[in-house]
């Protein structure tokens, strides 16, 4: 598994509390992770991308990865999202879906820019 954020700034081994902030625009993360995405194995089909946000500001990333995890609703990102067909489907039903498909037999896959984003907030 590889996981990139941005980064605690430490002194010795406590953090401040910190961030050193390497990915600040919305652009930047969209760049990074169509870098991320490029490096990736290509030939290893097994593995999925998975992005986390809270914002508008990771929509573009959230909506190219196969698998977009929104933790947080604030009401702008639910206008955009809406105003674009995109819809959110909490997070816990869409997990249970899959795992009946894939205990049924059916085939278990996930596919990215599906216009679905999973909605981690109860």
Known sequence: MNVHANKFLYENTL???EIIKKIETPI?????FTNILKNSDESDKTNLTIYIGDSVGN????????IGIVIASG???RKIV???GVSF???FSALIKKQ???VEGSAFG???LSGILLNAIF
């Open 15 to 17: 953090s401040t509390g």
């Open 28 to 32: 930047d993360k969209l760049q990074a």
């Open 59 to 66: 929509l573009l990333c959230l909506l190219e990865a196969d």
């Open 75 to 77: 009401s702008s990102l």
């Open 82 to 84: 809406t105003h674009f």
């Open 89 to 91: 489907v909490p997070l």
């Open 100 to 102: 009946k498909e894939h």
């Open 110 to 112: 996930w596919k990215g």
